[in-house]
């Protein structure tokens, strides 16, 4: 009964009929950004008190309101409704039966097209800490098991051919600094999106005497967005947040397939852990490496939301256009996969344990020696293009003889070019054609000790920029609802 | 304490852990699934008994269990539980409730690999069949628009500017057109699915003597498929379905975008019903074609769903692998917006008002009577580029002094060519231009009757078409439920 | 100096930059459809005489400039334009270089409109021609293949994890299969696409008294487009096109993919033509897989291509808008890739000898047996979910003891269940696996030599198709050549 | 003759066919890195020295015959042979004719997979900057506009519906914030991208004592990639590159939309330069705006190129894979495109007229001003809610009797409200409500003069950053090449 009054409500219901509503309404899924938007109607009303829009009284009484139905809404004791169309409406409506028609004042030098725009960038700011917060977890483990397997040799890989052996710690190190860059690139994301579109209004910005910089800073901004227009308008920040998940995903698509590809019997360089195995149904001697196969998939969705994101804002005039609305379910699948697959790939890899002994065999019968055979000659004073000839030949030999080079004796490398001398049998191992590379960047363990400490550094940058953006996003919670 | 035994749930509820079970499960959206599973699983039991692997008893026995459980779960009786991973183990225990431990056979001579092949294909047939409905019924009411619009002049345009008088009816019937190939596109895709995966087993087909022709024939099926390893891997009938889809909503998103612009006040070529547009929370005078700009922007959905399962499947090699999990959200989500859009656009088509004297009067400032002065001088004798030339030099003293063409008399048009005539008037109508193009395909009423006889016989064809694909999917039930 | 009174010269030279007519220029590329522009004008021509348009000098004067330009083009002496915009207006210039005034003429009673889309539609008939025969080409050396391994066993994979054996025979037929869709598909947009839109003029039609039909026909189409505003705006068949070429190219990548895999040493199921090979700068022993790879990553290039012309076409008004001059680049590059891919991973397959040796080994001690046994036990008569439950037992102990199962004795088997008895041990061995899924879509070799005639009728069909695509590109050819 | 003895030739042209040696080329496109490929050698040749690899002799006539052939290639004396597969060999190839086989110490100590990705990402760093500039030109003739455009009203747009009057400038500068961010974007995508790989070889580093830093340094980057796997595998910058370029052509497909729309005789706000415009070939009226139609469409093309990309590298394993060769077309494609793309679009604007009165008119009769007047009831104290409900009856009344707000008088509005007085008809004026909204980032003429200061200290910003960057570039040449 007292519903009956209400003129959100009425505002709305009347209209439309039942079919549309449900094609136009984005509750079920805006619904997640009820606690933000309450904060954000909260540093609205100070701004709305100081610019003396609202009593003393009119702000402590919304105050009160709007923190005891987010405590409802947490609880579970309040109950949003569909026939409402959105969350903002929803909470509006629900104060309303609150406070009474004094949550009318709520909407003053307001509009939906600045709050929902507000409510995403609030949202998007949490989960990306998250995601940055997931990503550091990933490069820990890889870190660690990079610190474990210094000397582990393996065969490196191009084409998906032997080519020259590296150690599993530089292998994984080369993740390391994929997802270092994926880091920055979110963390700049981050920066360029935290600014406060609040004041923008539908788009032409409001007539009261509102503080933009003050209720930017309330909320944890760096400031405020320069033009209405824009603010309202932008999505960019959607785009780019995406963009970056999709990054990552590409790189965890990368691993996923390393991962499923080492726990085949033939290659047998990885044990993945049974807990994180599935069974077959019919088969019963499977265990196959579901979730690697699942992240490996989910890079396809990341990618599909972005290309959905990119046709819905292709060709859209300025300003707000409800096309936006297709924005948030694109951002919201994007963010739950990439941070679950990032912690899937994180626990999968932390548990999985790594078959040294296979890894040292496949080198073993590969020819991976074989630039190293070059420039032993090179160094010998022969241009590179006449070294390579020469090795070439040897590998005809050892292949059409079933006669690993690895094995060979320096007679017969001495067939092939009398260059070869004593210290050659050295260049047939891979732990020392590993250890040769001492070069920046290299396979020898003093090489890659030293990416070690500047993956140490830099994760301690990221440790600080995490520490940044969790004082933005919980600074703003402890200051409005504290 | 039934549940203790459940070889099911042992088999899955041990090894995993919480988080990965989350990741790895299914059932949060293969639950969709529930009754084609069912419904699948009493074709295959007719299949083991027929082979001789089930006895009657217990064909009676499992039949009974499962059309009991069927109804449990339409009536919201039986709990699915995520902790089983997918549907299909839900399914299975749950009916291991029921009848003990026989619901252990039902996965004799069956592979989930099959069978979720098999639960996806009769999903998609229903919805496929709900698609060409809707199709259809958008279809009928263009088709009613034109009808009521053959002499509604309007302006054509070409690169957004006048062009060409043309009818409203015409201007519809191209989008009739249209429609009718994604008609048709999906009713292949649809044939070209209609095949049946039981019998493939994990991916080498089984060892019973299972009839895959009969269980194809009693689930509505041409036939089985040929090939056990491409049953299981195949997802290509996703693919395809979605992309028929995405150009059915890329169709909606111009008739879309052409309903936004009419809407505006400077076109005010409709009118939308007040019930179908949306109010601003800021700006009391607005009524705003949301559901057109949802609709428009919804084909980037459908175009993500797209570029998603494309890059799922991307280097894939044989046979199932977990990744072709990620094939059944951007189905689902295909459909359900594709079905969606074409109901809203159907509903807001059918209930506005076209505005005839807005799009007379557009068409009598526009010069869109130039090619048809050009032809008339063409009819004299002369090549078109000259006369091409001459109608130029008319528009642009028409332009200069801001005097219509359309009100020209004989006299001005006589300054620019003797050939002009007394019947040169008649080509300064639009109605008359649009009445000159008598041509199969062309403006004229004439013309456009014949188009709408020609699409009404293909409407009847589509109606035959979507008679068949009814047959099958209810065909499919009664024979197997009824 | 003739030059200089060209009016199509003149018309488009005077008025832009040079900047600009780069960027808006086509001739780059549409230059590829000169000789179906010239065969379409020759249509028209004939149409416009049979209408009164033209008398028979005219029409017999500009057919013979025509076919002497088009001679011209071919042996490289005529040269065209980049100043001239597009592939039409050169050749109208070049006609009037060679006829005069009388070329003007040409353009009576059409628009670069419906010639863009006509000569489109006729350069995507041969090109897809030459697509269907490739398809073909390539499922017949895999046709020839699985002919000459009906007997090789290999390991079926799931998850990329041993699971049954099957044979190569088998396992290339799923992908002939595969490809039979593909043909269909593309077969059926051929046949969609093939409506001709001549006639439709800029948007509207004309006021000719143009046969639409008989040019129709002439050209070898089914018909008329039905709605002169949906033939110039229609792009679906350059999107079908480069979906169904999508598809193509996502089943090229899956098959890449294996070639890669077999290729390691680790797989060694396969042996690359060493002229198909590729070596390295750095690393002579290098004998990489490229053109597998290339032809993987090439499916990204035509997923591009689509998503390019969906994005191009969102939310477009009718009718012709520039726009739709971005379709011609992704359809060419669309048909180049695939047409290439098709004819690269033939020559691969061709050449490729496959180790079946090294296939039959790994069939060897990878459990793959385990279903069997358990089928084994079924037959027996226990549920399967418990004959699984005991095979599992026995692999852990396989496992554990590092003694395959599949060199298991009698005595071994028992002591995990009673049932199994003397021919039990005809479980253990794939080749026997193999024969006991005689089942329809199987891989027992009676099972596969069915999907082979069956192929072999299909592929019969597949010919005619062929044959009567071939008929309506090169009877158009002859008819207006000839 | 001197030809035969070219041991690159021998590698490479024997052992493949052509059909594919055409397939696996690239010199059709890589051929564009001539420059850079040779300024890269440079360095390295500088490196090897130092490395003690070269003396100093071969060092100077290496560098010599590099700078010859440089020039040589810039005048087109050189020729480049596509049965050489790559730039690489190539330019090794004419080196080789130059300097007989000395050359062949080139490839000492370098890979072609490090040298292709420094070859890529010198070419990207030139590339970058030219868009850079190209975008820095363009906001500054939009911010040129706005200057112009402080009083220009014209109505704000939300839905394209009329919502509150703004001005052109407001208008114009949201653009000039987007693109600020696109700038800001493409700048720390080259940040993240200036490291160098050269020192990586072909997966695993080099035995030579090089010295990356000094390398990396010569050749103008931050440093050398830290790990050598990362080197040859990364193509992060490729596509974080063309993403850039994807949201900038994203923006200009809206600023496209929006000049298309204002283009049409409805809305008439601006009217193109005529020669920058495109006749129709038979439709002597028109003036379409074929450069926003493009440049809007071209937004597709870059979308396609990033799908392109992305989808190449998902599920690829490390290192180098040839697949790898598919990143240069989508990159080199895209930043033409978007070049190309944000040139046109500046011509087009800076050569526009904008329509001042046809702006104004516009605002007159759309009901611009009901939420002033809300705010102005709110004003005199009544809560937003209800203050929006008196005007919504306004607007009907003014609806329904054509009667435009804006003329009302004040007895009018009393009828509706007392709360309305003298100074409400200010409220009426849409020059006022413009003035009114003085907030930051809102229309006020005073608003929006401090945001073109805000604009012009970040174009100071981005021409400081255009200057360090173009250090980088010419600073490489110079010190090479100087």
Chains 1, 2, 3, 4 share one sequence.
């Not at 920066?191 to 309330?218: E, K, S």
């Amino acid at each position: 009964m007292h519903q009956k009054k209400n003129p959100v409500k009425n505002l709305l219901q009347s209209p439309q009929n039942e079919v549309i509503r449900e094609f136009v309404g984005s509750l079920p899924f805006d619904c997640r950004l009820y606690s933000w938007d309450i904060i954000g109607s909260l540093a609205h009303i100070d701004s709305l008190k100081a610019a003396g829009v609202l009593t003393a009284k009119e702000q402590k009484d919304m105050r009160g309101g709007l923190i005891e139905l987010l405590d409802d809404l947490k609880k579970g004791k309040a109950e949003l409704s569909p026939a409402l169309e959105d969350i903002h409406m929803n909470i509006e409506a629900l104060l309303d039966e609150k406070i009474g028609s004094l949550a009318g004042k709520l909407h003053t030098g307001r509009s939906r097209n600045d709050q929902v725009a507000l409510d995403l960038r609030l949202y998007s700011r949490e989960r990306t800490l998250k995601t940055l917060e997931e990503l550091a977890e990933l490069q820990e483990v890889i870190l660690s098991i990079a610190k474990q397997n210094l000397k582990t040799v393996m065969p490196g890989l191009t084409h998906l051919q032997p080519a020259q052996p590296v150690t599993l710690a530089h292998h994984m190190m080369a993740y390391w600094f994929k997802f270092k860059r994926d880091f920055d690139r979110l963390k700049e994301c981050y920066n360029r999106m935290n600014f406060c579109p609040l004041g923008a209004g539908a788009l032409a910005g409001n007539t009261y005497r509102i503080d933009r910089f003050q209720v930017a800073n309330a909320l944890g901004f760096t400031g405020p967005m320069e033009n209405s227009m824009d603010a309202v308008s932008d999505r960019d920040f959607v785009v780019e947040l995406i963009f970056c998940l999709t990054v990552i995903m590409n790189h965890i698509s990368s691993i996923a397939e390393e991962i499923v590809l080492w726990n085949t019997p033939q290659f047998g360089f990885i044990n993945l852990s049974p807990e994180l195995t599935t069974g077959s149904s019919m088969m019963p001697q499977k265990r196959n490496p579901d979730i690697a196969e699942l992240a490996r998939a989910k890079s396809g969705r990341v990618t599909g939301d972005l290309v959905s994101i990119l046709t819905v804002l292709k060709g859209l005039p300025l300003t707000y256009n409800r096309d936006l609305q297709e924005d948030k379910e694109p951002l919201f699948d994007a963010f739950d996969t990439s941070i679950d697959s990032l912690a899937a790939i994180r626990n999968l890899l932390s548990t999985a344990k790594f078959n040294a002994e296979k890894m040292k065999d496949a080198c073993l019968s590969s020819n991976l020696v074989a630039t190293d055979l070059a420039d032993y000659l090179v160094g010998k004073g022969i241009p590179f293009r006449n070294a390579y000839a020469i090795v070439k030949e040897m590998i005809k030999e050892s292949i059409d003889d079933e006669s690993p080079i690895e094995k060979w004796s320096l007679a017969q490398l001495k067939k092939h070019s009398d260059l070869f001398e004593d210290d050659a049998v050295d260049f047939l191992q891979p732990e020392k054609a590993v250890e040769r590379r001492e070069i920046f960047g290299g396979t020898a363990a003093s090489a890659v000790e030293k990416s070690l400490s500047l993956a140490e550094k830099y994760a301690n940058e990221q440790k600080k920029a995490i520490e940044k953006i969790r004082g933005d996003v919980e600074g703003t919670i402890s200051r409005l609802l504290g």
